[in-house]
């Protein structure tokens, strides 16, 4: 036996073997696969803008949202701007009712904010924390610990676990 192959099997392997430049698939196999590539292509087109007016579609929403939380919160505000103009145009020859109407005021516009989620930073006694509080002056004081805050002079608020505002504050110094 030798290494070389016979004639016929060289003939039948020359058959099955496509030569350079010919086709390896049928036209017929080539058509299907053009129209099967162009129907994913049109999928995938498809999907995208669909995926694309998705995002715009939620953007938009989440935008009207936004904008409608702040009017809903500036028509609350308004009520108690109305409540000022009316406590402006009171003659405050009564003192004291004058001062419980604007009390009544103030409680309104806490109620608004604590809806809101808005909560008061208590400040006063408690230790100074850059991340709550603004020192905008130190005192020299024996009667507080070093670093206690001693005077709030604005304050400050949390909007759920959030600053909204630093309270500014007097600190002791020791």
Known sequence: MSDEPRADESAGAAASAPEPGEAIVS???LADL????????????????????????????????????????????????????RALEVDAAN??????????????????LRKRGVR????????FDPNLH??????????????EVIAELRRGYMIGDRLLR???VKVAKS
Request: glycine fraction near 4%.
């Open 166 to 168: 630093p309270a500014m």
């Open 120 to 127: 008061p930073i208590e400040a006063l006694g408690a230790l």
């Open 34 to 85: 053009q129209r099967e590539r162009d129907d994913y292509y049109d999928r995938w087109v498809r999907k995208t803008a669909e995926f694309e007016n998705y995002r715009k579609r939620v953007e938009r929403e989440r935008r009207e949202q936004a904008d409608q939380t702040v009017v809903d919160l500036l028509l609350e505000l308004l009520l108690v701007l109305d409540d000022f103009d």
């Open 95 to 112: 003192l004291d009712a004058y001062r419980r109407g604007v009390e009544l005021i103030r409680s309104k516009l806490q109620d608004v």
């Open 27 to 29: 036209a017929d196999q």
């Open 134 to 147: 603004q020192a905008v002056a130190h005192e020299p004081s024996g009667e507080h610990r070093d670093g």
